[in-house]
């Protein structure tokens, strides 16, 4: 037979999409022809699974008309996946594997020149693809791949070494190939059982934290509600070692939510089973532009803030990072999603993260220091904290100071409470707000607020007089209200008081931007 069909996946955005690859056979001057839309490394898998199948020992129809096929035509297809589907499509077309079995499977897999299959990314997003699908189907992979997708469970997976490997599989009936000599090769194809390994407990303790209790208190209640924090204090208070310790305050993630942030990682290339089930902490450095933060590119890629989905984006000197790039993270905040559109595509990405941020209150960093002397101007210092815009600053729940530790302190003070003890705290207190309305504190909005705060007389007048007073728009009052529920939370209470609204008042004050 001259025509066959072998199924495969191309990556738009976390959605896999499926990819048929239609290889066909003629007589006629001898060519090697690709069609379908495929980028430059596609393209460049002709030579590829050239090499590959004449270097495994099998024949490459040298004499024929090659068209390859890749199916629906208006689909952009990147990276070398789709070289060993190929590869399979002219084995079959050739009549040296049976075609006819290979439906119910899909493959994917860059060649080496030997016929070794490297790695591709993606791979959890193609399981997760097959997990709602219709009919069973059995998932082909190489090696690290494979153990990415076994992590799915209800998917079937199977790891292969070698393109030999999987033509063993597939030959037609009556003929059978060598088995390999190198005993290290007998095991090349073999099937993945769902496993995944236990979550690393790795991360820095906040009892090498010394002082600094409203910072603390202000993580823990970050922690508590899902709430995202600003940090402002002068150079070398503590703020980048407080927001380094902050993901070992957050619950252990669930199934579903390792599986979702896994998928991200593995979408971008940088997914590790040593990291599975570990709230990711995304540090990127302040010259990182609007499209490493938000994500984009073509094909669109996932940005920061989708890697540090579930997790927590923590963007040291704040002020300093592209003003472009700090006002395209005000919709991700609220809706915790990013949506990539250009002319040609659209492409959605998850961005629940928890925002760390830390900044200087001026420019040399001592503004307000009893110890070190301020030498910036007042113009340098509005300036300086302008480069922050009031709705991006309005979006961050909890504004706290963190001032410098004097040497006494520093030298004498015992360590802090463990981050174990901490976390049991916000541990309790998230389970308590999940009880109640299924949700963390910072994902409630609209009538959830009020049906969820139960503010006394006494309570309500306090939160109204603060936010006349301190000139809050609706989303700070809201945010006020949030953050107190937290705070009630925390201490076991059904109902905010006047004590827990007193508080989070305090954490929507700062002076920056004043």
């Not at 957050?250 to 040593?274: I, K, N, Y």
């Amino acid at each position: 037979m001259s025509l066959s069909l072998v199924q495969s996946r191309a990556l738009l955005g976390l959605e896999a999409a499926k990819v048929t690859v239609e290889v066909h056979l003629a007589n006629g001057l001898p060519s090697f022809t690709l069609v379908g839309l495929a980028d430059v490394e596609v393209k460049e898998a002709r030579e590829r699974v050239r090499c590959a199948i004449q270097n495994s020992g099998l024949e490459f129809p040298n004499n024929k008309r090659i068209t390859v096929n890749l199916a629906p035509a208006d689909l952009p297809k990147d990276s070398g996946r789709l070289d060993l589907p190929i590869a399979l499509g002219i084995l079959a077309a050739s009549g040296q594997i049976d075609a006819a079995r290979l439906e119910g499977h899909e493959f994917a897999g860059e060649l080496s020149l030997s016929g070794e299959l490297r790695p591709v990314r993606g791979a959890l997003a193609m399981a997760l693809t097959l997990l709602g699908a219709s009919t069973p189907v059995r998932l082909v992979l190489p090696p690290g791949s494979a153990e990415e997708a076994a992590l799915v469970p209800g998917v079937t997976i199977y790891r292969a070494h070698h393109l030999l490997d999987v033509v063993r599989q597939f030959a037609p009936p009556g003929v059978e190939l060598a088995d390999p000599q190198d005993p290290a090769q007998a095991e090349g194809w073999c099937r993945m059982e769902p496993t995944a390994p236990a979550a690393p407990c790795d991360v820095p303790d906040m009892a090498d934290v010394k002082g600094q209790a409203g910072a603390r208190r202000a993580l823990e209640i970050a922690a508590a509600g899902g709430h995202s924090l600003l940090l402002v204090g002068p150079p070398g208070s503590g703020k980048s070692m407080l927001a380094q310790r902050f993901a070992g305050l957050l619950p252990d993630m669930s199934p579903e939510e390792a599986l979702q942030s896994a998928a991200v990682h593995s979408l971008s290339g940088r997914f590790s089973l040593e990291r599975w089930g570990r709230r990711p902490t995304c540090a990127p450095h302040h010259s990182a532009s609007a499209v490493a933060l938000v994500g984009g590119g073509s094909p669109p890629r996932p940005g920061e803030i989708s890697l540090a989905h579930h997790g927590v984006l923590f963007l040291d000197e704040f002020p300093e990072f592209n003003r472009t790039a700090l006002e395209a993270l005000r919709e991700p905040l609220e809706t915790g999603h990013i949506t990539i559109a250009r002319a040609a595509r659209r492409a959605e990405f998850p961005a629940r993260f928890q925002l760390i941020a830390a900044m200087n209150p001026c420019p040399c960093g001592f503004l307000g220091s009893p110890v070190h002397r301020c030498r910036c101007t007042p113009d340098q210092v509005t300036r300086y904290q302008g480069r922050l815009s009031g709705p991006l600053l309005d979006r961050i729940d909890l504004h706290v100071e963190v001032p410098a530790l004097p040497a006494h302190d520093l030298l004498n003070a015992p360590p802090g409470e463990s981050s174990a003890g901490m976390r049991a705290r916000c541990a309790a207190a998230r389970e308590r707000a999940q009880t109640r309305q299924g949700k963390a504190n910072q994902a409630l909005a609209g009538q959830e607020i009020d049906r969820h705060a139960q503010l006394d007389a006494a309570t309500s007048e306090f939160l109204r007089t603060a936010a006349a007073r301190l000139g809050w728009s609706a989303r700070s009052t809201h945010r006020t209200l949030k953050i107190a529920r937290t705070i009630a939370d925390l201490a076991g209470s059904e109902a905010i008081t006047l004590t827990h609204a007193a508080e989070a008042m305090q954490y929507r004050h700062n002076g920056v931007n004043a």
